[in-house]
């Protein structure tokens, strides 16, 4: 039937809004694609930044170590094929043009990750669409750089070489298949009107299986890169026929079948984790990705590929390959059975009552003390604070334990004084080839290193197995356990460098009088834990304190206290300083340590009449050089487990950060490593010298950059002169999120988090430029040349101006960052905005330092030194 005017005029008034009342606004029209784009690349930023600072890690140790090797010694014949130079690249003779295009893709990946670096850390760039371009092509050349030079370095056939690039149309095509059919699948749905949004929850899940994805396929990627380029087994150091010429793996010709599963397995993980990358940088192909689970099968493939390239290429038997895949089913097995047994009810109680037992006997802050002064000082509310920051600290602790764990375990692996190369036929002595030097020619001292490193890599692993355990993790932060694994792995740290960094009792003395006041600091530690621990004597604790602060000297406090801090967010500027402290002691304990077990220059590979077998090989040809070395080098360890035993200590860590004794620990690390930097990355006095000169010269213009900046006449020349270009005012509508709220108050992000990104950078840059100062590119003359000093750099003698070269830069980028690291802990300078531009002007000049010297350590001719400054000078333009 139908309805009257008044009816439906009746069912409008039900729905109608007051006329009085001001119409509601249109609703906003969507934001640009592009806008939205930029916005999900800034949200990824620090993934991205990780993923190119891995890259142009792995892109410059390659290019300072290419894939076949360097020829051991000369060859001036040259009529012959083979004629070369000591230091030389072996592919760059047998395969000349597979080494050019390693060459050109991977400098070319170097290179855009530099760039990459510099676009992240450009915020008035951010602003314009030419950023976001840039960006992605940086990204997208950075990717297939990878992918060329891989394909180039890792086989030296051209029907492997084509499965690469095959294999990367097919995951591709795979994915790509699977995304249009879950897009089609969607469209159909909400064409049919069945609700397809995203749920919160559903989008939270995805945020961060996008960013647990996007560090997984980081790692692999550089893993398996690394992996495919240097192949276990080495290189063949000469040419024996035609099927097998000098820079060919060897694993390739005494074990074919071996070598194939393990190009192959290894590939698959490599693009597997390429893919998975350049898909997660969409958010489109993600979020349909992960519901078709598309990037899960990629996942999966990297994964096995992974595990199937270890299996095969870390042995050389059957059995060991078959045993290290069954690891893989018993852990999955016994995992699987775990489960089905905490199904049953009965276990589960009983799993329950045994965890409340052991909580029950652990948490002795539950004891309530009597007396009321004693219940004062227990106060519920600060005990509930230091549990928080606990938890805070336990990311550091994982870290610290995580590369002690790494360190030891590489130092237990590879001990100082290498490895016997032949068996002994003297009669004499007895050991086999690949039994430790150092167990023959210093048993005891071998015996004391094994004993301690091997005690730290436990300590760090019980330290590893505490921080997961929900049960114990806090409990043994607060008392015994995680604080004695601490102690016990500090300490066999500092004994194992004193008996594998030197041979001489002086030098294990030095060590050890170095490691006195870190002793007086844990006996201090123990002390107070002891009287935490015991409440009876905590108002005797207290009284001791008062009478110690009133007999301290006023001028002594001025002295070692620095002004009280003005500002409301004390606590969090406290604990953003002790994270960059931590960071960057462990880094430096984790690099001194590893150059001092494994010292430039190398070790003695055969006895002869001056010198010992297994002994460095510095020490004999150049002492002086070796000693300051030795001692800069152990001043900035010893110095670095002082400032870590410091700050993994809540309270004396907030002691430590507002007075001056942490600032000259952190000063003697840094000290120490450019003195060792000095010492062991030149073999002349005057190269020594300009790396010393070098740091004033940094500073100098770093100094001269913030007056300039600071000036006023100077800046409104600048902004002048850059709003001539165009470059100051962002483009309408095309604004990311640089601005936060925090407290009811705005904070500006970007200066809130470049300071994090520079620290980051010049910790990477300074730990890549000290190892290839140690082990140079073209490696080190051994003991079995005449004409040549062991241990001297074999490309100072075969090309002496890129040697020149390639130090300078290298010596320049180090400098730099210590530089830069050391400004960037001071608090005035991280304040003004003016030094942090100063600094970025500085860290660019650093990766300038980075990409030259990978440029001339190439050791090639005209064309490609042409094209590297081709590529530096273009993306250097792009960027400015």
């Given at each position: 039937m139908?309805?009257?005017?008044?009816?439906?005029r009746g069912?409008?008034?039900?729905?109608?809004?007051?006329?009085?009342?001001?119409?509601?606004?249109?609703?906003?029209a969507?934001?640009?694609?592009?806008?939205?784009?930029?916005?999900?690349?800034?949200?990824?930023r620090?993934?991205?930044?990780?993923?190119?600072?891995?890259?142009?890690?792995?892109t410059?140790?390659?290019?300072l170590?290419?894939p076949?090797?360097?020829?051991?010694d000369?060859?001036?014949?040259?009529?012959?094929?083979g004629?070369?130079?000591a230091?030389d690249?072996?592919?760059?003779?047998?395969?000349?043009?597979?080494?050019?295009?390693?060459?050109?893709?991977?400098?070319?990946a170097f290179?855009?990750?530099?760039?990459?670096?510099?676009?992240?850390?450009?915020?008035s760039?951010?602003?314009?669409?030419?950023?976001?371009?840039?960006?992605?092509a940086?990204?997208?050349l950075?990717?297939?750089?990878?992918?060329?030079?891989?394909?180039?370095?890792?086989?030296r056939?051209?029907?492997?070489?084509?499965?690469v690039?095959?294999?990367?149309?097919?995951?591709?095509?795979?994915?790509?298949?699977?995304?249009?059919?879950?897009?089609?699948?969607?469209?159909?749905?909400?064409e049919a009107?069945?609700?397809?949004?995203?749920?919160?929850?559903?989008?939270?899940?995805?945020?961060?299986?996008?960013?647990?994805?996007?560090?997984?396929?980081t790692?692999v990627?550089t893993?398996?890169?690394?992996?495919g380029?240097?192949?276990?087994?080495?290189?063949?150091?000469?040419?024996?026929?035609d099927?097998?010429?000098?820079g060919d793996?060897?694993?390739?010709?005494?074990?074919?079948d071996?070598?194939?599963?393990?190009?192959?397995?290894?590939?698959?993980?490599?693009?597997?984790?390429?893919?998975?990358?350049?898909l997660?940088?969409?958010r489109t192909?993600?979020?349909?990705?992960f519901r078709?689970?598309?990037?899960?099968?990629?996942?999966g493939a990297?994964?096995?590929?992974?595990?199937?390239?270890?299996?095969?290429g870390?042995?050389?038997?059957?059995?060991?390959?078959?045993y290290?895949?069954?690891?893989v089913v018993?852990?999955?097995?016994?995992?699987?059975?775990q489960?089905?047994?905490f199904?049953?009810?009965?276990v589960?109680?009983?799993?329950?009552?045994?965890?409340?037992?052991l909580?029950r006997?652990?948490?002795?802050?539950q004891i309530?003390?009597?007396?009321?002064?004693?219940?004062?000082?227990h106060?519920?509310?600060?005990?509930?604070?230091a549990?928080?920051?606990?938890?805070?600290?336990?990311?550091?602790?994982?870290?610290?334990g995580?590369?002690?764990a790494?360190?030891?375990?590489?130092?237990?692996?590879?001990?100082?004084?290498?490895?016997?190369?032949?068996?002994?036929?003297?009669?004499?002595?007895?050991y086999?080839?690949?039994d430790?030097?150092?167990?023959?020619t210093?048993?005891?001292?071998?015996?004391?290193?094994?004993?301690?490193?091997a005690t730290?890599?436990?300590?760090s692993?019980?330290?590893?197995?505490?921080?997961?355990?929900?049960?114990?993790?806090?409990?043994?932060?607060?008392?015994?356990?995680l604080q004695?694994?601490?102690i016990?792995d500090?300490?066999g740290?500092?004994?194992?460098?004193?008996?594998?960094?030197?041979?001489q009792?002086?030098?294990?003395v030095?060590?050890?009088?170095?490691?006195?006041?870190?002793?007086?600091?844990v006996g201090?530690?123990?002390?107070?834990?002891?009287l935490?621990?015991?409440?009876?004597?905590a108002?005797?604790?207290?009284?001791?304190?008062?009478?110690?602060?009133?007999?301290?000297p006023?001028?002594?406090?001025?002295?070692?206290?620095?002004?009280?801090?003005?500002?409301?967010?004390v606590?969090?500027?406290?604990?953003?300083?002790?994270?960059?402290?931590?960071?960057?002691?462990?880094l430096?304990?984790?690099?001194?340590?590893?150059?001092?077990?494994?010292?430039?220059?190398?070790?003695?590979?055969?006895?002869?009449?001056?010198?010992?077998?297994g002994?460095?090989?510095?020490?004999?040809?150049y002492?002086?050089r070796?000693?300051?070395?030795f001692y800069?080098?152990?001043?900035?360890?010893?110095?670095?487990?002082?400032?870590i035993?410091?700050?993994v200590?809540?309270?004396?860590?907030?002691?430590?950060?507002?007075?001056?004794?942490?600032?000259?620990?952190?000063?003697l690390?840094?000290?120490?490593?450019?003195?060792?930097?000095a010492?062991?990355?030149?073999?002349?006095?005057?190269?020594?010298?300009?790396?010393?000169?070098?740091?004033f010269?940094?500073?100098?213009?770093?100094?001269?950059?913030?007056?300039?900046?600071?000036?006023?006449?100077?800046?409104?020349?600048?902004?002048?002169?850059?709003?001539?270009f165009?470059?100051?005012?962002?483009e309408?509508?095309?604004?990311?999120?640089?601005?936060?709220?925090?407290?009811?108050?705005?904070?500006?992000?970007?200066?809130?988090?470049?300071?994090?990104?520079?620290l980051?950078?010049a910790?990477?840059?300074?730990?890549?430029?000290?190892?290839?100062?140690m082990?140079?590119?073209?490696?080190?003359w051994?003991?079995?040349?005449?004409?040549?000093?062991?241990?001297?750099?074999?490309l100072?003698?075969?090309?002496?101006?890129?040697?020149?070269?390639?130090?300078?830069?290298?010596?320049?980028?180090?400098?730099a960052?210590?530089?830069?690291?050391?400004?960037?802990?001071?608090?005035r300078?991280?304040?003004?905005?003016?030094?942090?531009?100063?600094?970025?002007?500085a860290?660019?000049?650093n990766?300038?330092?980075?990409?030259?010297?990978?440029?001339?350590?190439?050791?090639?001719?005209g064309?490609?030194?042409g094209?590297?400054?081709?590529?530096?000078?273009?993306?250097?333009?792009?960027?400015?």
């Amino acid at each position: 039937m139908p309805q009257s005017p008044s009816s439906r005029r009746g069912e409008t008034e039900l729905v109608d809004v007051d006329p009085n009342r001001p119409a509601a606004p249109a609703p906003a029209a969507p934001p640009p694609r592009m806008v939205t784009t930029a916005s999900f690349l800034w949200e990824l930023r620090k993934y991205v930044l990780l993923q190119a600072m891995l890259a142009a890690s792995v892109t410059y140790s390659a290019g300072l170590s290419p894939p076949g090797g360097v020829w051991p010694d000369n060859n001036n014949d040259s009529s012959s094929a083979g004629a070369r130079l000591a230091g030389d690249p072996v592919l760059q003779v047998t395969y000349a043009r597979r080494y050019e295009t390693f060459f050109y893709f991977n400098a070319t990946a170097f290179v855009a990750s530099i760039v990459t670096i510099n676009l992240l850390l450009m915020q008035s760039l951010s602003r314009h669409r030419g950023w976001l371009r840039a960006l992605q092509a940086a990204m997208i050349l950075d990717q297939l750089g990878l992918m060329g030079a891989y394909a180039a370095g890792s086989c030296r056939e051209l029907a492997m070489s084509a499965y690469v690039v095959a294999l990367v149309a097919l995951v591709s095509t795979y994915v790509c298949a699977h995304v249009l059919l879950f897009a089609l699948c969607a469209l159909r749905r909400r064409e049919a009107g069945e609700d397809d949004a995203i749920p919160d929850e559903e989008r939270g899940t995805t945020e961060r299986s996008r960013k647990y994805l996007l560090i997984f396929a980081t790692l692999v990627a550089t893993v398996t890169y690394q992996a495919g380029l240097s192949t276990p087994g080495g290189f063949l150091s000469d040419s024996q026929d035609d099927n097998h010429l000098a820079g060919d793996p060897m694993l390739r010709g005494h074990h074919p079948d071996r070598f194939m599963g393990f190009f192959y397995f290894n590939t698959t993980a490599f693009v597997a984790s390429l893919v998975v990358i350049m898909l997660l940088m969409s958010r489109t192909v993600t979020h349909h990705g992960f519901r078709s689970c598309a990037l899960w099968v990629c996942t999966g493939a990297a994964l096995i590929g992974l595990t199937g390239a270890f299996a095969v290429g870390s042995s050389r038997s059957v059995k060991t390959s078959i045993y290290v895949v069954a690891l893989v089913v018993a852990v999955l097995s016994y995992i699987g059975l775990q489960i089905l047994v905490f199904f049953c009810k009965p276990v589960e109680n009983w799993v329950h009552n045994v965890q409340d037992t052991l909580q029950r006997y652990l948490r002795l802050d539950q004891i309530e003390p009597q007396d009321p002064r004693v219940r004062a000082v227990h106060d519920p509310q600060e005990t509930a604070e230091a549990d928080q920051l606990l938890q805070k600290s336990r990311m550091y602790l994982l870290l610290l334990g995580i590369l002690a764990a790494s360190v030891t375990y590489q130092a237990g692996l590879n001990p100082p004084g290498g490895f016997w190369q032949a068996n002994a036929t003297d009669g004499v002595h007895h050991y086999l080839a690949g039994d430790p030097v150092l167990h023959n020619t210093y048993p005891r001292r071998y015996l004391v290193f094994f004993y301690c490193n091997a005690t730290a890599f436990v300590a760090s692993l019980v330290i590893l197995i505490l921080l997961l355990s929900n049960i114990f993790s806090t409990q043994g932060i607060k008392y015994c356990a995680l604080q004695v694994s601490m102690i016990m792995d500090l300490l066999g740290l500092i004994g194992a460098y004193a008996a594998g960094s030197c041979r001489q009792v002086s030098k294990s003395v030095y060590v050890s009088v170095l490691v006195i006041p870190v002793f007086l600091y844990v006996g201090i530690h123990v002390m107070v834990f002891m009287l935490e621990v015991f409440p009876n004597i905590a108002t005797w604790r207290k009284k001791v304190r008062d009478k110690l602060e009133e007999s301290v000297p006023r001028w002594l406090k001025k002295l070692f206290e620095l002004p009280p801090e003005e500002d409301e967010n004390v606590k969090w500027k406290l604990e953003k300083r002790r994270k960059l402290l931590l960071l960057l002691a462990i880094l430096a304990a984790s690099l001194t340590y590893q150059a001092g077990l494994s010292p430039p220059g190398g070790f003695w590979q055969e006895n002869k009449t001056d010198h010992v077998v297994g002994n460095p090989v510095l020490n004999d040809n150049y002492r002086r050089r070796y000693m300051a070395f030795f001692y800069c080098n152990a001043t900035a360890f010893v110095s670095s487990l002082a400032i870590i035993m410091l700050l993994v200590n809540r309270k004396l860590s907030a002691r430590g950060i507002q007075s001056h004794a942490l600032s000259v620990c952190v000063t003697l690390d840094l000290v120490g490593l450019m003195g060792a930097f000095a010492a062991g990355s030149s073999r002349k006095v005057s190269t020594s010298i300009y790396v010393l000169i070098l740091v004033f010269a940094v500073l100098v213009c770093i100094t001269l950059q913030v007056v300039l900046v600071v000036s006023e006449s100077v800046e409104g020349l600048l902004q002048r002169l850059l709003s001539f270009f165009d470059i100051t005012e962002g483009e309408p509508g095309f604004i990311l999120p640089h601005t936060a709220v925090n407290n009811g108050g705005p904070r500006d992000l970007w200066y809130e988090k470049l300071p994090k990104y520079l620290l980051l950078l010049a910790a990477l840059a300074a730990t890549v430029t000290y190892e290839a100062a140690m082990n140079p590119p073209g490696g080190l003359w051994d003991d079995g040349q005449t004409v040549h000093v062991a241990g001297d750099p074999v490309l100072r003698s075969s090309h002496p101006n890129r040697y020149k070269a390639f130090f300078y830069c290298n010596a320049t980028s180090f400098m730099a960052s210590l530089v830069i690291m050391v400004l960037l802990l001071i608090k005035r300078v991280c304040r003004a905005k003016q030094a942090i531009l100063a600094l970025h002007t500085a860290m660019i000049l650093n990766l300038f330092g980075l990409m030259v010297s990978i440029g001339v350590a190439k050791w090639l001719k005209g064309v490609m030194d042409g094209l590297v400054e081709r590529l530096i000078w273009c993306f250097s333009i792009e960027d400015l």
